[in-house]
């Protein structure tokens, strides 16, 4: 897979849920998580600054790392 395509499958996901879930966004949380943490991995592979990774898929990598620190899941790192 490209690093173009990196995370497309998780944001189609996103995407079919708020579509599906018009009124209520939050149930696609899940989602959501899927597609940074995804992202964050692509970012990762590339030595952690994410200036190599680029994914349409993906927002700028300082993006990411804000939003998982602010969702953080209790007993994961």
Do not use: I
């Amino acid at each position: 897979m490209s690093k173009f395509q990196a995370c497309q499958d998780e944001a189609c996901d996103l995407q079919a849920c708020l579509t599906k879930n018009t009124y209520t966004p939050e149930k696609c949380d899940s989602h959501l998580r899927k597609l940074y943490e995804c992202c964050q991995r692509m970012y990762d592979s590339e030595g952690g600054n994410g200036t190599a990774s680029k994914s349409t898929a993906c927002p700028m990598p300082s993006v990411v790392k804000r939003w998982l620190k602010d969702h953080s899941v209790p007993g994961k790192p």
